[in-house]
């Protein structure tokens, strides 16, 4: 069974820093491509970054690039998202999500992912 399970979220001063880690298992990660998203009261899903297969190419969504790094370690099945200088707007759940397609980068909102964690940046 693939189970995808997050952690790390919380409640963060604006400017300040947090470090998500998406757990992985019921599947070969080393083969897929692995995605961040998060979805804000109110509004739809927001892809934010994507790794993949090594950590050799990554990629991210103006909002969050130049802020957030998206890294992860194979061995431990484990996919990071270190987010810097955090802004009220990125007040939002944070999801991870496994590619639709193996070895490829395909990336579907109705794909697997985990219960999310919150992330609340407030004075």
């Known amino acids: 069974e693939v189970q995808l399970v997050e952690s790390g979220g919380g409640l963060v001063q604006p400017g300040g820093s947090l470090r998500l880690s998406c757990l992985a298992s019921?599947?070969?990660?080393?083969?897929?491509?692995m995605y961040w998203v998060r979805q804000a009261p109110g509004k739809e899903l927001e892809w934010i970054s994507v790794i993949n297969r090594d950590g050799g190419a990554t990629k991210y969504a103006d909002s969050v690039k130049g802020r957030f790094t998206i890294s992860r370690d194979n061995a431990k099945s484990t996919m990071y998202l270190q987010m810097n200088s955090l802004k009220p707007e990125d007040t939002a759940v944070y999801y991870c999500v496994r590619a639709s397609i193996e070895y490829g980068d395909y990336y579907s909102s109705s794909g697997y992912r985990g219960q999310g964690t919150q992330v609340t940046v407030s004075s």
């Open positions: 019921g599947f070969s990660f080393s083969n897929y491509w």
